[in-house]
């Protein structure tokens, strides 16, 4: 069987039953059917759409005439229960791996599968990856998020950014980074160490970090070192002439992100920057002391939380943000540009050498060569490590491509892929949209020709229709779809402009999905399915998880007298339900509905502790729009608020009568 087992358990042997080790081996992608349909979600995205439509009659007349025909389909859809695509005992076991105390879930780090083990175990394994992390008593989030405010209204104050980069940048609120771990499952021999990474959503260096990327990545790009990925590594690979006494090398950087120390790396990037000033000045009015500011604000605290605890790191930029992938990069390129010079000048320069974040491939003509250059880089920077994997029999993995050396005087290159990897894809009874399986699988055939040589070609296809088969899928269809792909090789694709195009996201359900495509396509909006929690999402919990209402969206909190409030807030909920309770302590009763009605109230007691968040939501125009919608349902429902109004966003009256079939509990 091309397709192994999805599950690695490193628990006591009773830990699973059969039964739960068939859920698991349904691999970390497989999607459950929802129980009920998403209505509010669907009404959301669609209303979000047909609220910008209004700008002529007619568009309003198609924007009303969209809301009746979506409402009309999702009217048969209330409380209806949808179709399992599990079988009773599958979803038992599921239940009970969701609410075992004794057992962790966690995904490969490479791979698509599941390790199981015991929760002692996996919180060893995490804190032998905490290294020099210290632990503090003061979060630092509200400190941090008060100095990128004043920095930033600073930039917009002096016109050197627009509205839409302030408030993508601007953090009105933020949580602290939160630590996980994944399973190095590839590496048996070390005891399946854990890999340890940091979310850094919605932190208080998350904006900036983005908008720091998009500036700073053209200029990185243009370095003759950096490879953009494998298939840019096979094309320039394919140019070498190779000569018989050569052998070719894979360095690789030692705990990368953990040892770049921050300001040596900082003035590295300055200065690559400033020798590129005359490009980055057309991306920005940011100025070169603008630039560092920021990215000295980005990263000067490297902390975050797990287990109930923070954490700090001295000297190292914040782990798992998106700008350390782009600073690391730059140190780089400055300390191996000063590592080749040397090396040019003592004649042990490799013949060719590139690399992807922290993987680098060479090409020497004698041992003696590898060893020599491997000092050379190791003396830039005593923090950072290269370590040196030389080629077995004319072979040598780099990133996902094996590169043969048969010593014809090129390369040849075939897929590469790890002992961990299982082979297990998205199952054809997976809750998502059925083109969802094709376009996988014409990913791998676009990997395949890109990658592979073509006496390997063939071989990668026979392996990629193997495979999808043995999950499940259709083989006549896989040959089919792999045939037609091929024959097209080459040719290019006739470029469609979508810039206008409207767009509507809304949650897969099967049959439900289709119809509604069919009436928004009518009126020229494409839709894009998205897909429920998957099992890696329902079962991989282990990460620190943050106190309730720590995110923006919709929230809901009710009175003593049974009166109910729903607002939407940019901020932590949490942080707005605390503004609510000041302002009903200091008597500011105009500030909100909440306070309004606590003025009138006998009871004056809302009660903030039971708060609940109706959903989560970062765009601004999706939480207006929820949080109207919200009102009205509530009230139909019987339900009297203290909101001052139904919404300012949304006015039509098209939803209201599926929202009266829909009580509280039927989304």
């Not at 609120?173 to 590496?187: E, F, N, Q, S, T």
């Not at 690399?355 to 000092?375: E, I, P």
């Amino acid at each position: 069987s091309l397709v192994k087992s999805a599950v690695l358990v490193l628990a006591s042997d009773d830990a699973l039953t059969e039964g739960q080790k068939e859920v698991l081996n349904l691999g970390p992608k497989f999607v459950p059917a929802l129980k009920t349909a998403p209505i509010m979600d669907i009404i959301t995205s669609v209303e979000s759409v047909a609220s910008r439509m209004n700008s002529s009659i007619a568009e309003v007349s198609t924007a009303e005439k969209l809301r009746h025909d979506v409402s009309n389909v999702l009217m048969k859809y209330v409380k209806k229960k949808l179709p399992s695509n599990l079988t009773p005992q599958q979803n038992k076991s599921l239940k009970e791996l969701q609410h075992n105390p004794d057992i962790k879930v966690i995904p490969f780090d490479k791979g698509t599968g599941f390790a199981v083990l015991n929760s002692e175990d996996m919180f060893s394994k995490i804190n032998e990856q905490l290294g020099e992390a210290k632990e503090i008593n003061r979060d630092p989030t509200q400190k941090l998020v008060k100095k990128f405010q004043v920095e930033i209204s600073r930039l917009k104050k002096e016109e050197k950014i627009d509205k839409r980069t302030f408030y993508s940048m601007y953090p009105s609120d933020a949580v602290p980074p939160r630590l996980y771990g994944l399973i190095k499952a590839h590496k048996a021999s070390k005891n399946y160490p854990m890999r340890s990474v940091v979310s850094t959503i919605g932190t208080p260096f998350y904006g900036t970090s983005s908008f720091l990327v998009q500036l700073i990545q053209p200029t990185l790009n243009k370095d003759s070192i950096r490879v953009k990925n494998s298939s840019s590594f096979v094309e320039e690979a394919k140019s070498w002439t190779i000569t018989p006494s050569e052998i070719q090398v894979s360095f690789d950087v030692v705990a990368l992100y953990p040892s770049v120390p921050i300001k040596a790396a900082i003035d590295a990037m300055m200065e690559i920057l400033r020798r590129d000033e005359s490009d980055v000045s057309t991306r920005t009015k940011l100025s070169m002391s603008d630039i560092q500011k920021l990215l000295e604000l980005s990263l000067s605290t490297c902390y975050f939380v797990w287990d109930n605890k923070l954490y700090q790191i001295e000297d190292s930029g914040p782990i798992g943000l998106s700008l350390m992938v782009v600073v690391a990069e730059g140190y780089l390129q400055y300390l191996e540009a000063k590592a080749i010079q040397i090396a040019i000048n003592t004649n042990v320069a490799p013949k060719s050498y590139l690399r992807y974040v922290d993987d680098s491939h060479a090409r020497f003509d004698g041992d003696k060569q590898v060893t020599d250059f491997l000092g050379i880089l190791n003396s830039q920077d005593q923090k950072i490590k290269y370590t040196v994997e030389y080629e077995k029999d004319g072979q040598l993995p780099f990133l996902d491509v094996n590169v043969i050396n048969k010593g014809v005087g090129s390369y040849e290159f075939e897929v590469y892929r790890k002992d961990a990897i299982t082979n297990v894809q998205i199952k054809p009874n997976s809750s998502v949209n059925p083109d969802m399986y094709k376009g996988v699988f014409k990913g791998f055939l676009a990997r395949a020709v890109r990658i592979s040589s073509p006496q390997y070609l063939q071989k990668e296809v026979e392996f990629l229709i193997n495979v999808f088969a043995e999950n499940g899928h259709d083989e006549v269809l896989l040959r089919k779809i792999s045939k037609e792909y091929l024959s097209r090789r080459g040719q290019s694709n006739p470029q469609r402009d979508e810039s206008s195009t409207k767009i509507v996201k809304i949650p897969f359900v099967p049959v439900l999905g289709p119809k509604l495509r069919a009436i928004l396509k009518r009126r020229g909006i494409k839709t894009v399915f998205t897909a429920a929690p998957s099992l890696k999402d329902m079962l991989c919990r282990h990460k620190t998880a943050l106190p309730p209402n720590s995110f923006p969206g919709i929230y809901s909190v009710k009175c003593e007298c049974g009166v109910q409030y729903i607002g939407e807030s940019k901020k932590r909920i949490s942080t707005r339900l605390q503004e609510h309770e000041k302002d009903i302590f200091h008597g500011r009763w105009k500030n909100s509905g909440i306070a309004e009605h606590a003025s009138k109230c006998a009871d004056k007691r809302f009660i903030f502790e039971e708060a609940k968040t109706i959903a989560y939501e970062s765009n601004w125009q999706r939480r207006k729009v929820r949080e109207a919608l919200e009102i009205r349902r509530s009230n139909r429902d019987g339900v009297i608020t203290a909101n001052r109004d139904e919404g300012t966003i949304c006015r039509t009256t098209a939803w209201n009568v599926l929202l009266g079939r829909m009580t509280s509990d039927s989304v």
